[in-house]
């Protein structure tokens, strides 16, 4: 019987395994490309689903990419309000009526 480790060391193979990019290419390109803060948290399709829901026949893609960021910044705030209402009622965890008196203060 195979095992996982046998194959990561290439038993039954002339030669071991060779992973496809070292660890020290990957953390290179995570650094010089900043993948964490280019990518936007929200996928863009269901952002243009409920744009149609509200009656649009056709969207931009400029426009659904605005309405992502526009978005992000509305629930990033909201959550950064949920989170020192929590903190102020002596917990870690954010409920959900943390969420409702955050978006409520905000409007």
Known sequence: MITCWDLLIGA?????FKPRFSVKYI???RQSFNWVMDMAELA????????????AKRISAAAVEKMV??????????????VELAKHAGRVT???????LAAEELR
């Open 12 to 16: 039954g193979s002339d030669r071991p």
């Open 27 to 29: 953390k290179e390109k």
């Open 44 to 55: 863009k399709a269901p952002v243009a689903r409920l744009i149609q829901k509200a009656g």
């Open 69 to 82: 960021e526009l978005a992000e910044e509305y629930i990033t705030k909201v959550a950064r309000r949920a």
């Open 94 to 100: 954010v409920k959900e009526e943390d969420i409702k």
